[in-house]
């Protein structure tokens, strides 16, 4: 076995939690809410496949070669598996495991290993950065140069996928919530708790509007909202991707940022970022220095749509459109599968007047975002997304409704790639709400 390889399979025998390894019972009920399986139909692409390989490794009956790092990359980590594991073998945990193992014994294209670094390391950390690089995307977007780079022809140099997502880009700011809005928003009426957002990272850039409508809709729910200056990325990114240490300590940011802010709730609008927040107590669960107060951050983490619904004054909403509109809702696979979540959003828009609420066939199997895996892993993203978008066209919805960034924007590019007979938008369920709240 090469160095690196035994290297590797040294560190995945020491980071793999051997438990939850023989927990797994082969049953196969994981299979089916597997998209990688249901796209390939191979064994090594599922979530079984994946742990008898770790185990194997692990033992020393593998090596950690190619294919193996190659099947650990195809994982989207939407941990639907978890859902219908009948042993509650924490899949999540162990793909994590693995790729932090993976991530300490580098062996990616260099296209993937530029990605990474930029983004895992240099920019989405650091707030101050993105912020330059939302007033950039802005001054692109309105300057004209979009409109000539699209015209000339200029994108066609970018990567077929960098494309796509160039092509449904919305809005950017560079100021972010906070500085469109303030710091700080009092409730209409009574206060019923004081709430922090966490304002996210590419949320605050490419979704700032919805940051802003996020806290206008809290205050009419009745909540007194707060955006902590000191909070910075969530770490997502980086968890799922194998650099947990900088997770970690973006996490140690955002525990103290939010304490010191002395908040009742911690508020996420992004699915994605609020599966970590909720288990930032696992993630730091061998940090004596803040395990406790990781514990308290977890606790008080909760989706917007879950706190309005469960504690708030729910507004009333009404569609404007003279005619009834359809809408559909197409989960946040963190949000469901591991905020358990997904029951929420459903009930804010069935109450919504002259609007007719049709369930997506599927709606809980993964769109073919999850964090970067659309442009790290294009054409497996690009296959679940033409599934999805057969179920979703299938609707005839006016409107597809998501509660995650990722997902507005494969939703988005799945709706130009594919279009149905009649055009569908697609928004963020807490812009189409406060669009139609009723005065």
């Known amino acids: 076995m090469p160095e690196t390889e035994r290297s590797l399979a040294k560190a995945l025998a020491d980071k793999l939690d051997y438990d939850q390894l023989v927990n797994c019972m082969r049953c196969g009920f994981c299979l089916p809410a597997c998209p990688t399986f249901g796209e390939t139909g191979l064994e090594q692409e599922s979530p079984r496949g994946r742990i008898a390989q770790m185990k194997a490794v692990a033992d020393g009956l593998m090596e950690p070669d190619e294919a193996f790092r190659t099947q650990m990359d195809h994982c989207l980590g939407c941990r639907a598996c978890e859902t ?108 019923i708790a004081r709430v922090g957002l966490f304002r996210g990272c590419i949320m605050d850039v490419l979704f700032a509007r919805t940051n802003v409508n996020t806290v206008n809709l809290l205050t009419a729910a009745g909540f007194d909202v707060v955006i902590p200056d000191g909070q910075n990325c969530c770490g997502a990114l980086q968890a799922h991707g194998g650099e947990t240490e900088v997770a970690r300590s973006l996490a140690r940011k955002n525990i103290r940022a939010f304490k010191e802010a002395g908040v009742d709730f911690i508020v996420s609008n992004a699915g994605g970022c609020g599966a970590l927040l909720v288990e930032y107590d696992q993630l730091l669960e061998e940090d004596a220095a803040f395990r406790e107060e990781a514990a308290w951050f977890a ?31 197409q989960d946040s696979c963190h949000l469901r599968n591991v905020m358990k979540s997904g029951a929420f959003p459903r009930t804010l828009l069935r109450r919504v007047e002259n609007a007719e609420f ?21 054409d497996m993203s690009g296959r679940i997304l033409k599934r999805k978008m057969e179920h979703a066209n299938r609707t005839n919805a006016d409107y597809v409704l998501t509660s995650n960034p990722g997902c ?19 928004m963020h369920i807490v812009d189409f709400l406060w669009e139609r709240i009723a005065d």
């Not at 970018?158 to 700080?184: D, I, N, T």
């Not at 049709?358 to 294009?378: F, H, K, W």
């Not at 507005?408 to 697609?426: A, F, I």
């Open 358 to 378: 049709v369930e997506m066939e599927e709606a809980d199997r993964c769109c073919g975002s999850a964090g970067i895996y659309n442009l790290t892993q294009p």
């Open 408 to 426: 507005w924007l494969q939703m988005k590019h799945g709706t130009r790639q594919h279009p149905g007979e009649s055009p569908m938008e697609v």
């Open 84 to 191: 219908v594991c009948p042993a509650g073998v924490k899949y999540g945990r162990l793909i994590e495991q693995t790729r932090e193992a993976i991530g300490e014994h580098p062996d990616h294209p260099l296209r993937v290993k530029m990605l990474r670094n930029v983004t895992f390391r240099h920019l989405f950390p650091h707030p101050k950065r993105l912020n330059k690089l939302g007033k950039l995307a802005r001054f692109y977007q309105t300057s004209g140069l979009q409109r000539v780079a699209r015209k000339s022809g200029a994108l066609r140099l970018l990567p077929e996928h960098l494309q796509a997502m160039e092509a449904v880009m919305p809005e950017a700011s560079g100021k972010g919530v906070a500085g469109l809005a303030g710091e700080f928003h009092p409730a209409r009426g009574e206060p």
């Open 299 to 329: 606790g008080r983490v909760v989706d917007v749509s879950r706190l309005i619904v469960e504690r708030g004054r729910i507004p009333s909403f009404r569609e404007k459109e003279k005619r009834p509109v359809r809408i559909t809702y």
